[in-house]
């Protein structure tokens, strides 16, 4: 399978602290992408880093990519009871996109 | 912009009954269309994708077939339904182009198969 992994599973966090979930991945890649699903929701996008980057900024999101132990990780800082939800990580071969397992964060208020 | 809609949002069907879940996409054209089924609790499993009218690539052999009569328009079909086949249906496009680009949702359809 070409899917990758999300560590840990299940993340629990104050509010205000930081989350930090990482992603496995298999196989080479163009770009790896970060999505955010609220319970029983679509999905979202939000954030891309290309397989020639390796660190990646958007407000409070931080992503890193090494694609040398085919690995991403998010950082989610200062959290908020409203970053509750799951987060997948997603790879792409030219037109597949393929899911990991994802990491469901609780943020308590 | 662009839109997409995916329906029903729920159903309940029967062991055996028939399968039609669409998606359509407003507001653009020639976009890449996915099909992905997400069991409880679980990630997500790449079912089919299109990159344009009649092709269809399949990514999981199983008793599921879409199709795509229009440009913008994704169709998920069953002939018989299994109890395997309860989950959460995804519909999802992106722009047309290689080497990269984000996927846009629909808000799901929840199939309960009894």
């Known amino acids: 399978s070409q899917q990758g992994e999300e560590d840990p599973q299940a993340l629990s966090i104050q509010e205000g602290e930081n989350a930090t979930m990482n992603c496995s991945y298999k196989t080479s890649i163009n770009n790896l992408q970060w999505y955010r699903q609220n319970s029983g929701r679509g999905l979202v996008h939000l954030i891309l880093i290309r397989s020639n980057e390796r660190e990646k900024h958007s407000g409070r999101l931080r992503v890193t990519l090494d694609t040398s132990k085919k690995s991403s990780s998010l950082l989610i800082t200062a959290s908020r009871a409203a970053d509750t939800a799951s987060y997948f990580c997603a790879t792409d071969a030219g037109n597949q996109f393929y899911f990991g397992t994802g990491t469901s964060l609780t943020v308590i208020p | ?114």
């Open chain 2, 1 to 114: 912009s662009q839109t997409i809609h995916q329906w029903p949002a729920t159903l309940v069907q029967p062991v055996g009954s028939p399968l039609s879940l669409e998606c359509t996409v407003e507001g653009t054209s020639n976009p890449n269309l996915y099909w992905y089924r997400q069991a409880a609790g679980r990630g997500l499993q790449l079912l089919f994708y299109s990159v344009g009218i009649g092709q269809i690539s399949s990514e999981v052999p199983q008793n599921l077939s879409a199709s795509r009569p229009q440009d913008r328009q994704f169709i998920l079909s069953s002939k018989k339904l299994l109890l395997s086949d309860s989950g959460f249906y995804l519909c999802a496009w992106s722009f047309f182009r290689a080497g990269g680009g984000e996927l846009f949702f629909g808000e799901g359809s929840r199939l309960t198969v009894l």
